[in-house]
């Protein structure tokens, strides 16, 4: 049984930066894509970042590129978000995604089967 578990949300001025961990376990994490959504209330998740198995592939919204890094330690199990010069509209619940068998990445929340209970990100102003 697959779990993902998310950390490392909180409050934070506008400006500042917050490292995003998930932390997997239940499968062998090397074989997986990774990927972070987020949510604002009342909205559908969008798409934040992905990385393929090995960290050689990694995509970004448009809207957190050159701000954002996603990265990976297949040794840990684990899949960062680097948030860096955050703004007010970064304010949402993270979720770390997860797929098997797939070489690929992807952006889109359907094609992930695993996801993790999510976390709080709040910029003030």
């Known amino acids: 049984q697959v779990q993902l578990v998310e950390s490392g949300g909180g409050l934070v001025q506008a400006g500042g930066s917050l490292r995003l961990s998930c932390a997997a376990s239940?499968?062998?994490?090397?074989?997986?894509?990774m990927g972070w959504f987020r949510q604002y209330p009342g909205k559908e998740r969008e798409f934040v970042a992905t990385i393929n198995w090995n960290g050689a592939t990694t995509r970004y919204a448009d809207t957190v590129k050159g701000r954002f890094t996603i990265s990976r330690d297949n040794a840990k199990n684990a899949v960062y978000l680097q948030m860096n010069s955050l703004n007010t509209g970064d304010t949402a619940v993270y979720y770390c995604a997860a797929r098997w068998g797939h070489s690929s990445v992807s952006s889109y929340s359907n094609d992930y089967t695993y996801w993790g209970q999510g976390t709080q990100v709040t910029v003030s102003s």
């Open positions: 239940g499968r062998a994490f090397s074989g997986s894509t």
